[in-house]
């Protein structure tokens, strides 16, 4: 089973798929250990991991297929894969999509703003005209490599022209061979309720991130209200953020770590966890 396949199983399930976001293969191992079902990887994480600079359109799309490469590898469940705007015309869209299909992607999301984009919750978006995204998405359609791999449309109109815009871009991009929508940063629980009542018998995708334009719902909150799937796509690079940076700090002011040892995995956990003794086994065996 291709990692399509495997998503597209997860979602003929009653119950949402929850997404966290990861930007690396260790992020990604650490996140699926704890028993999801699938991850994001989203532009915003890996322009802080790989540049430490915003999400304002600096990475390029090698530089995405080879963080989700990473990311697929080290994993066995299924990765929905942020294609930013395809990176160019139809034909980079097309280009875009069968690189990360072969990264191994199981679903890539493609989205209508204009580059350089920007994260979906900043001001200042601006969007494309939606036939010409429309063309985007039909050629990514074209080109799929496996019939399997998911095509999700995403809209940034909400904040240009409103949610009524952006509900009838999302109708249009559907129409046009995508597989999934993904209407970015709706306002309001009303907002919400409004897509999902826009498009009953559609794979509807949500985005939580904390301190966004989005309510910070739970999970069960949005399946009611009939998204299939939610990402929490910054939660990782914020909480590693925070837990590093209060251990550096008691690192600094005291001049060890004895004071926070116990907010940190040791060396023989660590190393177990990503799987030396696996290695010295195969190492043993090869010799």
């Not at 990264?103 to 001001?123: N, S």
């Not at 019939?147 to 009524?164: F, P, Q, W």
């Not at 498009?199 to 299939?228: C, H, Q, W, Y």
């Amino acid at each position: 089973m291709d990692a399509g396949e495997k998503l597209r199983e997860r979602l003929s399930k009653d119950e949402i798929l929850v997404l966290p976001g990861v930007y690396d293969a260790l992020t990604a191992k650490i996140t699926a250990a704890q028993g999801f079902d699938g991850l994001v990887m989203g532009g915003y994480q890996v322009a802080a991991s790989r540049l430490a600079q915003p999400d304002v359109g600096y990475l390029t799309m090698t530089e995405m297929r080879d963080s989700l490469r990473a990311i697929t590898q080290a994993v066995d469940v299924p990765v929905v894969a942020d294609g930013d705007t395809g990176y160019g015309n139809a034909l980079c869209a097309q280009r875009t999509f069968r690189e990360f299909e072969w990264a191994g992607a199981a679903a890539v999301l493609l989205e209508d703003q204009v580059w350089p984009k920007r994260c979906g919750h900043m001001a200042g978006k601006q969007v494309v005209d939606a036939a010409l995204h429309a063309k985007k998405l039909r050629a990514a359609a074209d080109a799929k490599l496996r019939e399997s791999t998911i095509l999700i449309a995403r809209t940034d109109a909400r904040a240009v022209y409103g949610i009524d815009a952006a509900i009838e871009r999302g109708k249009l991009y559907l129409d046009s061979g995508a597989d999934a929508l993904f209407i970015e940063a709706p306002q309001s629980v009303e907002e919400l309720e409004k897509i999902g009542k826009s498009f009953p018998d559609t794979i509807l995708v949500a985005n939580m991130i904390e301190g966004g334009r989005t309510p910070n719902l739970t999970a069960k909150d949005l399946e009611e209200m009939g998204f299939s799937i939610v990402f929490w796509p910054c939660t990782a690079v914020y909480a590693i953020s925070k837990a590093l940076a209060d251990v550096m700090h008691h690192l600094r002011v005291d001049g060890n770590t004895r004071n926070c040892e116990d907010k940190m995995m040791h060396f023989s956990e660590f190393n177990k966890f990503i799987g030396l003794d696996k290695y010295n086994e195969l190492d043993e065996k090869y010799k």
